[in-house]
């Protein structure tokens, strides 16, 4: 039996019928763990398990502070959130480890309270390690440092991550962050749409500089 559907995976469900991608729910087996759904895009399966942002005690208490004081100060490392929720949901998908079939992590952040914490960088760092430096007084960011939670025999079963925001009636945002060293990557053709956004690293992360290349 289906728990009751969450707010984040009716969203799911609603973008895939206004895309027209084919999309079911997956029937748990037993006590193995089981991603929530199975996509169907131009003809591509994709797994896919969703997960929902939602503030926390220290958000609302920021959010407080601003609406009555007028100031509000709330500071959050860099992806330290999304690396959270990440290692809460990858082995969802560990079961299609070897198997020859593309899967994802969708992110959906319920309210924006204090921040955004599915931002472009907040994405980077959680995959392929913290913004680092040239030297602790450097200005700019040279590239990835640690915490990363992507690379060479690490979550190479995760094709992507992906974030969907809805702006009301049938206006979604997707967005796509291609996993550089994915086993089985998802063409970006795949997924392609106008109001879509896919982002890749051009060269290895563990050696190229901070920053996503949006395709």
């Known amino acids: 039996m289906h728990a009751a559907q969450t707010n984040s995976e009716a969203l799911l469900v609603k973008f895939a019928k206004i895309r027209v ?32 942002l939602r503030p ?7 959010q407080h502070n601003l609406e009555h004081y007028g100031i509000s100060v709330h500071y959050e490392l860099v992806g330290r959130r999304l690396r959270l929720k990440i290692k809460e949901k990858k082995g969802q998908l560990t079961q299609y480890r070897d198997r020859d079939v593309a ?3 969708l992110f959906v952040q319920s309210e924006r309270l204090a921040g955004d914490y599915l931002s472009e960088d907040d994405f980077q760092s959680a995959m392929y390690g913290l913004p680092r430096a ?10 990835h440092g640690k915490n ?7 979550c190479e079963y995760i094709s992507a991550l992906t974030r969907l925001d809805w702006q009301g009636a049938d206006d979604f945002r997707f967005s796509v962050y291609h996993n ?15 109001s879509h956004r896919q982002f890749v690293k051009a060269v290895d992360p563990s050696q190229g500089p901070w920053g996503w290349t949006e395709v």
């Open 134 to 143: 040239s030297n602790p007084t450097a200005s700019s960011i040279e590239g």
């Open 180 to 194: 550089y060293y994915a086993t089985v990557p998802i063409d970006r053709s795949t997924l392609a749409h106008p």
């Open 103 to 105: 899967t994802m992590l």
């Open 56 to 62: 926390n005690p220290i958000d609302l208490q920021a």
């Open 21 to 52: 991608y084919f999309c079911e729910r997956l029937t748990p087996h037993g006590d193995a763990r089981t991603p929530d759904f199975r996509l169907v895009a131009r003809g591509v399966p994709i797994i896919c398990e969703v997960s929902e």
């Open 148 to 154: 990363r939670l992507f690379g060479p025999g690490q």
